[in-house]
């Protein structure tokens, strides 16, 4: 009886694994982190610095990274160079490095006139994170030409940012 049952739940799972892309969901649901191939939900704050657009519409075209990170977070913290190297290194290319927080701004100015980066931030940003029911930090959510979710990861192990530094260059050369 057990056999028969994992036998079924295999068969069942198969059959959901092999469904078209086409069935695949396209547009995330509110509060719920975008999955790869969905489309993310905007995105809004208030602008603190860098020169690229709190918004995933004015940035069509463009390979995003959002960051959601938080000040008082050490793995974030420790992120922001990376990211800062990346956005260096591919802004001209069609780069957008987004770091995203539900903080005040006095307080993000504050943390960036110690750790400045060049990359865009945005404070005050707890509608975004709740869009993209963000659970942990940092959260970044890789994004295509395309405008479609092509890498989420949470927290900030070297394999996943490895995987990030692979990943950029690849979508840089797809066209929108």
Excluded: N
């Amino acid at each position: 009886m057990v056999r028969l049952g994992l036998g079924l739940a295999i068969v069942s799972l198969a059959g959901v694994l092999s469904l078209p892309a086409a069935a695949a969901p396209t547009r995330a649901r509110p509060g719920q982190m975008p999955a790869v191939g969905a489309t993310p939900p905007e995105i809004d704050g208030q602008s603190v610095s860098g020169t690229d657009p709190l918004s995933l519409s004015r940035l069509q075209g463009r390979v995003v990274i959002l960051d959601f990170w938080a000040t008082w977070c050490g793995p974030c913290r420790a992120v922001m160079p990376f990211l800062d190297r990346m956005h260096v290194r591919h802004h001209a290319q069609g780069l957008s490095v987004v770091g995203l927080t539900a903080e005040p701004v006095p307080r993000v100015r504050q943390h960036l006139e110690r750790a400045a980066v060049r990359y865009t931030i945005g404070a005050a940003a707890q509608q975004t994170m709740q869009r993209y029911a963000v659970r942990g930090l940092p959260t970044m959510v890789v994004i295509g030409r395309g405008g479609k979710v092509r890498m989420v990861t949470h927290g900030a192990a070297p394999h996943d940012l490895r995987h990030i530094e692979r990943l950029i260059p690849r979508l840089l050369s797809e066209a929108p």
